[in-house]
């Protein structure tokens, strides 16, 4: 009978947060590391010692229950008896060749191998077919293994043109640095003791698991999907990454797996927060990937205001060329302010007297300059009204959606939010800017016997 286990709201969170306790900006090797495991793929950890690669391994590992594990640092003199199990004596006594595989990596579900690039070529070799067939030759059988994950670590992606296939086979390549000076003050006061078991609602049910695995190919594909996964196709090309047909293959099962695992039948745009860490070919490539998924799925690429602040700018300036513009040269109120004001004496600026008589000294101008300074100015006032509801309202959208995925890494929803609330944010201020313009232009002392229209406020069209 189909196994149906009931799909709390986000059914992964438990886990997600076992893996991420007490760690700091760990959100999204976290989230490659279970998907990883979902799926039964491999994962790369690339970055410096110390980065907690192996306790992020430890940890998938115990929620798994049953689980074994096996963890090694591998160095240019380790021998294949440290990894694969000593040779049998009693098997030589007889001929064959075979090693005791208990308690080494042929009978592990979960592996750690650390500095996995500088094992020798036996190694390396070895380790090839049991990443990609999950097969182990021992003597003259060859016999199925239970890995359901290894998490290879590194402090750099290799050079050597030979390793290169051992690094493919390595579904999602995920950078680790050290915490960020942001992060410093928590991480000296986190504590990260483990306790004795992860609780109960973190741990992954194999039929769970199973059921998991089953449906996940039944996923669909969505037309936008495909669209903008043959997009990544052409950004690949154009920064000259390959990307194997079968490293294709595999991401597609992989996005299905993660959409299903959200409780839906087809593979949904934020599904593809995943592609920097599957197709960047190294972690340079990373921010690239990373801006691909953020401008064409979060829609947060730049906003060009520069146009907008320019006009803006331009109204204000005129607004106080005009405010400061000098009366008429028949007018006498300059004259009358200076005599006001040598009245009143120290106390000029508090006069009523010299007030009025300063508002006179103003230059006036027509009902038709007020009204078609109102009048511009209302038309970029209504340019900017539709821009700033049509940002909330993608602002909305977005961050809907974004808030919604259950593996979208909360780093990078903060990043969305930020960029999101800042480009609405940006747009208001300039309309506050342009209504109290608008009023200054209002508030112009008017004549009303005047006839002249000005010239129209220009700026560089944006």
């Not at 976290?30 to 940890?59: F, I, M, N, W, Y």
């Not at 182990?136 to 992606?157: H, I």
Request: hydrophobic share 45%; glycine share 4%; charged share 25%.
């Amino acid at each position: 009978m189909p196994y149906h286990a009931p799909a709390p709201l986000k059914p992964w969170a438990p886990a997600l947060a076992e893996l991420e306790r007490g760690l700091l900006q760990r959100d999204v090797a976290a989230r490659a590391l279970l998907l990883a495991a979902l799926a039964g793929e491999h994962v790369l950890l690339l970055g410096p010692p110390g980065t907690a690669k192996s306790e992020l391994a430890r940890r998938l590992q115990r929620l798994l229950p049953g689980a074994h594990y096996f963890e090694r640092l591998l160095t240019r003199f380790t021998v294949p008896e440290e990894l694969f199990g000593p040779l049998s004596l009693r098997a030589l006594e007889d001929d064959r060749y075979e090693r005791l595989t208990e308690g080494y990596l042929p009978s592990a579900e979960v592996a750690f191998l650390d500095e996995v690039f500088k094992a020798n070529s036996a190694i390396l070799n070895t380790l090839l077919g049991l990443l990609h067939e999950r097969q182990f030759d021992n003597g003259s059988q060859r016999l199925p293994t239970p890995l359901v994950c290894l998490v290879g670590a590194s402090n750099e992606q290799p050079q050597d043109d030979s390793l290169l296939a051992f690094y493919d086979r390595f579904l999602l390549r995920v950078p680790v640095q050290p915490v960020d000076d942001a992060h410093f003050a928590a991480l000296l006061q986190t504590s990260v003791a483990s306790p004795a078991a992860p609780p109960s609602e973190a741990l992954i049910d194999h039929r769970r698991l199973d059921a998991l695995r089953d449906q996940a190919p039944h996923t669909a594909l969505g037309e936008t999907v495909l669209a903008l996964l043959l997009q990544a196709r052409h950004h690949a090309i154009h920064t000259g990454q390959a990307v194997s047909d079968r490293r294709w293959r595999q991401l597609v099962e992989l996005l299905k797996l993660q959409a299903c695992s959200r409780g839906v039948d087809e593979v949904g745009v934020w599904d593809l927060w995943l592609l920097p860490c599957v197709l960047a070919a190294d972690p340079s490539h990373m921010p690239g990937w990373t801006d691909f998924f953020m401008h064409r799925v979060a829609q947060s690429e730049p906003l060009p205001l520069d146009g907008l602040e320019r006009a803006v700018t331009a109204f204000e300036q005129q607004l106080d060329i005009e405010r400061r513009a000098p009366a008429d040269a028949q007018d006498d109120s300059a004259g009358k302010v200076a005599l006001a004001k040598s009245i009143a004496g120290p106390t000029a600026g508090e006069s009523e007297m010299v007030r009025l008589t300063s508002e006179r000294a103003q230059r006036r101008y027509s009902p038709v300059h007020i009204e078609a300074r109102l009048s511009q100015t209302d038309e970029l006032l209504t340019r900017l009204s539709g821009l700033h509801a049509e940002l909330l309202d993608i602002a909305q959208a977005v961050l809907g959606a974004a808030r919604s995925h259950d593996w979208l890494p909360p780093s990078w929803l903060a990043q969305i939010e930020t960029v999101h609330l800042e480009r609405c944010a940006a747009v208001a201020a300039l309309l506050a800017q342009l209504q109290t313009t608008r009023a200054g232009f209002a508030d112009l002392p008017v004549d009303e016997a005047l006839e002249g229209r000005p010239a129209p406020v220009s700026w560089e069209s944006p």
